[in-house]
């Protein structure tokens, strides 16, 4: 058995024989689920929630360079619990595992790390806010004001986000629905981060700024035991308004979006509202991956089209997918990222 697939059991242990995308259909058991009219609570709710099953910290960036080169930065952490419970030293059940990654025009950096909780080599505190695996870390006095981190081999980046909106609730106050059959997760961004700092790439060291998108996501069941995977859309558009939005695919397709306001005014849409249609794929990993979609949003008069900046982002870790950065054009236009899973 190669290290990968050591790694991939280790983090999902059900997903070998388990439902949905890594595992992510399978029934939640004795893990606890997301409630309907549950308020989320702040600073608590950025930190962890070990009595769900899987849960994650998700960064995502764009950026130009002084020469006007665009970048994508990833900086992501899960949580996986063996058990619905915390504990101390090895006892614990949490698993953490870290994805970092930057995208040029040309080029596709990845790098991820493993770890098991309660030894001090991962982790998440709410406040003041720390997230870190090894040495890189995501951290500052509060969620609006954060330092970012990471290195792999070939790359490493050391940013500063600062906040200037809202935290956004996606569905009903942060629960936000994922298929007809009734899985969901808690679910809230902060997409409204101003960025500056530096990419350290195989060429030197590259001044950058731009924006950034923070996702945070728990669940214990969120895809039913049919859905293979998603499509999921962070689009940040030149007047200021931003859309957020999902395809999860399955027997029958499952859509939800929310259009976010530039004075960070959230509005749900429900399935049906949101609809993207892939129109160029891309033979990346031995996978055709659809790398140019028609994304439309007719309550709000979008009609885009979406296109990768670089159709090789292709995060070749434990549990594989394609993440990276994307431009916008049509009736709205702007960049954003795109995140792909299930597509073998």
Same mark, same amino acid.
């Given at each position: 058995?190669?290290?990968?697939?050591? &790694?991939?059991?280790?983090l999902?242990?059900v997903?070998?024989?388990?439902?949905?995308? %890594?595992?992510?259909?399978?029934?939640?058991?004795?893990?606890?689920?997301?409630?309907?009219?549950?308020?989320? $609570?702040?600073?608590?709710?950025?930190?962890?929630?070990?009595?769900?099953?899987?849960?994650?910290w998700?960064?995502?960036?764009?950026?130009? =360079?002084?020469?006007?080169? @665009?970048?994508?930065?990833?900086?992501?952490?899960?949580?996986?619990?063996?058990a619905? $419970?915390d504990?101390?030293?090895?006892?614990? @059940?949490?698993?953490?595992?870290?994805?970092?990654? /930057?995208?040029?025009?040309?080029?596709?950096?990845?790098?991820? #790390?493993?770890? #098991?909780?309660?030894i =001090?080599?991962?982790?998440? $505190?709410?406040?003041?806010? +720390?997230?870190?695996?090894?040495?890189?870390?995501?951290?500052?006095?509060?969620?609006?004001s954060?330092?970012l981190? &990471?290195? !792999?081999?070939?790359?490493?980046?050391?940013?500063? +986000? $600062?906040a200037?909106?809202?935290?956004?609730?996606? !569905?009903?106050?942060?629960? *936000?629905?994922?298929?007809?059959?009734?899985?969901?997760?808690?679910?809230?961004?902060?997409?409204?981060?101003?960025?500056? !700092?530096?990419?350290?790439? @195989?060429?030197?060291?590259?001044? /950058?700024?731009?924006? %950034?998108?923070?996702?945070?996501?728990w669940?214990?069941?969120?895809?039913?035991?049919?859905?293979?995977?998603?499509?999921?859309?962070?689009? *940040?558009?030149?007047? !200021?308004?931003? +859309?957020?939005?999902?395809?999860? #695919?399955?027997?029958?397709?499952?859509? &939800?979006?929310?259009?976010?306001?530039?004075?960070?005014?959230?509005?749900?849409?429900?399935?049906?509202?949101?609809?993207?249609?892939?129109?160029?794929?891309?033979? /990346?990993?031995?996978?055709q /991956?659809?790398?140019?979609?028609?994304? *439309?949003?007719?309550? #709000?008069?979008?009609?885009?089209?979406?296109?990768?900046?670089?159709?090789?982002?292709?995060m070749?870790?434990?549990?594989?997918?394609?993440?990276g950065?994307?431009t916008?054009?049509? *009736?709205?236009?702007?960049?954003?990222?795109?995140?792909?899973?299930?597509?073998?």
């Open positions: 058995m190669n290290a990968k697939v050591l &790694a991939f059991l280790l999902f242990p997903a070998a024989l388990a439902q949905g995308f %890594a595992g992510l259909g399978t029934s939640a058991g004795d893990f606890a689920q997301p409630v309907p009219g549950k308020a989320l $609570r702040f600073p608590a709710d950025h930190g962890p929630h070990p009595d769900f099953r899987i849960e994650w998700y960064l995502t960036a764009n950026m130009t =360079g002084p020469d006007g080169t @665009p970048y994508g930065l990833q900086w992501t952490l899960f949580r996986s619990a063996l619905p $419970r504990g101390a030293g090895w006892d614990t @059940p949490q698993l953490w595992m870290g994805h970092a990654a /930057v995208t040029t025009p040309d080029a596709h950096h990845v790098a991820e #790390r493993l770890a #098991r909780g309660g =001090g080599q991962a982790g998440v $505190r709410a406040d003041p806010f +720390l997230a870190w695996i090894d040495d890189w870390a995501m951290e500052g006095p509060d969620l609006d954060l330092r981190t &990471a290195s !792999g081999t070939d790359f490493a980046y050391d940013v500063r +986000l $600062r200037s909106g809202p935290l956004v609730l996606h !569905g009903q106050g942060g629960y *936000s629905v994922k298929s007809a059959a009734g899985q969901a997760s808690h679910y809230y961004s902060q997409p409204f981060f101003r960025l500056s !700092g530096t990419l350290t790439l @195989p060429g030197g060291a590259v001044p /950058v700024t731009g924006t %950034a998108w923070l996702d945070r996501e669940s214990s069941q969120p895809l039913a035991g049919d859905q293979r995977g998603w499509d999921w859309f962070s689009l *940040s558009f030149d007047d !200021g308004n931003k +859309l957020m939005g999902f395809v999860l #695919r399955g027997a029958t397709d499952y859509t &939800a979006a929310t259009w976010i306001a530039a004075d960070g005014q959230a509005t749900p849409l429900a399935d049906g509202a949101f609809a993207a249609t892939p129109l160029v794929r891309h033979g /990346v990993a031995g996978r /991956v659809p790398t140019t979609w028609q994304v *439309s949003l007719p309550a #709000r008069g979008v009609d885009v089209t979406v296109t990768a900046m670089n159709p090789d982002a292709w070749q870790t434990s549990v594989p997918y394609w993440e950065p994307v916008i054009t049509g *009736s709205h236009g702007g960049t954003g990222y795109l995140e792909m899973t299930g597509y073998d």
